[in-house]
């Protein structure tokens, strides 16, 4: 909690990247936060002590407009009947939607339900409430088609960078060659997310590799 600016190191595995937020821990050593992207749009959100593991799989509709769709699972038991009563509230990661539909409560048609009111009184610091809406309002904000060529990213920005190109180099390779691109092998996807304090002094992908590899049966490793 006393290191407000973490680090971001990037690193390859066959079906994407890992992307790696170290922030300093006790002893000198390094705490971090490791993010499995799978090619072509699979994400898998750190763990949280004995919490489940959740992330997004992003599904294009067409050119412009894609599903998110959120999960939460625990590889060694069910979830409880409270983990699953949060998701349906919207809780965490995830959303209520309108019955009958999938189209969340706050959306942009109502401005996501910003609540002034809260951010003046401090209840709340952007005004929408839960992660999953602050995160869809500035993604959704931008449209459906951006002109990147405005961008100024930073080295906190690697991941999107890295990502960017592998597509990149991936379509290319399949246009060109015929060369099939990452992730297509369902056994590349066995990754796992997992948060864990590692010496300073160690790679973060190789140090972690059994943390960041599925062992059925076995909880994730998690701070």
């Not at 990149?168 to 399949?174: E, G, M, N, S």
């Not at 996807?189 to 049966?217: K, M």
Request: net charge neutral.
């Amino acid at each position: 909690m006393g290191d407000a600016m973490p680090r971001f190191e990037v690193a390859d595995h066959p079906a994407g990247l890992f992307i790696g937020a170290r922030r300093n821990a006790d002893g000198g050593n390094h705490y971090w936060r490791i993010t499995p992207w799978c090619m072509p749009s699979f994400t898998m959100i750190p763990p949280r002590g004995g919490h489940p593991v959740h992330g997004h799989f992003w599904i294009p509709i067409d050119d412009g407009n894609c599903w998110a769709w959120s999960f939460d699972y625990h590889p060694t038991r069910p979830l409880t009947a409270a983990e699953r009563d949060a998701m349906r509230a919207g809780k965490g990661i995830h959303t209520r939607t309108i019955p009958g539909t999938y189209i969340p409560e706050a959306n942009r048609d109502n401005d996501y339900m910003m609540d002034r009111a809260g951010q003046k009184a401090g209840r709340t610091y952007s005004g929408v409430e839960g992660i999953a809406m602050q995160d869809a309002s500035l993604q959704e904000s931008m449209g459906p088609i951006v002109d990147r060529s405005h961008e100024r990213l930073v080295s906190t920005d690697n991941g999107i960078i890295m990502a960017r190109q592998l597509l990149l180099r991936a379509a290319i390779a399949l246009a060109e060659q015929g060369t099939a691109p990452p992730g297509v092998a369902p056994k590349t996807h066995g990754v796992r997310s997992a948060a864990l304090v590692l010496p300073p002094d160690v790679r973060f992908a190789e140090a972690a590799a059994e943390a960041l590899a599925v062992r059925p049966r076995v909880p994730p490793v998690s701070v």
